[in-house]
């Protein structure tokens, strides 16, 4: 049973950076696009930035310049690096990967932005 695991979530100042992480497990299959995503109380879940195998990525209007997607094949694991931090960017922050068994999802890691 493939199983995704964020961590690496957590309280950051404006300004400040975090680092997540995901590590994919259980997958017969290699790992196609993979991507972070994210919630806000009361919003609806948005696309953060996501990559494919080969590397190619795309963020969002939000993310860009500030978010850095990654990823390490080898190890079925995909890094969200972000810095300069705002309120706004605070959100439960969801995993997301696609194998031809179907996409799956990370149970979230919760990042607070907050002085």
């Known amino acids: 049973q493939v199983q995704l695991v964020e961590s690496g979530g957590g309280l950051a100042q404006p300004g400040g950076s975090l680092r997540l992480s995901c590590v994919a497990s259980?997958?017969?299959?290699?790992?196609?696009?993979m991507g972070w995503y994210r919630q806000a109380p009361g919003k609806e879940r948005e696309l953060v930035a996501h990559i494919t195998r080969g590397g190619s990525t795309k963020y969002s209007d939000s993310a860009k310049g500030r978010f850095t997607i990654s990823r390490d094949n080898a190890k079925n694991t995909v890094y969200l690096q972000m810095t300069s931090l705002e309120f706004e960017d605070t959100a439960v922050y969801y995993c997301n990967a696609l194998i031809p068994a179907g996409m799956y999802w990370g149970p979230g890691t919760q990042v607070t932005v907050s002085s």
């Open positions: 259980g997958s017969e299959f290699s790992i196609g696009v």
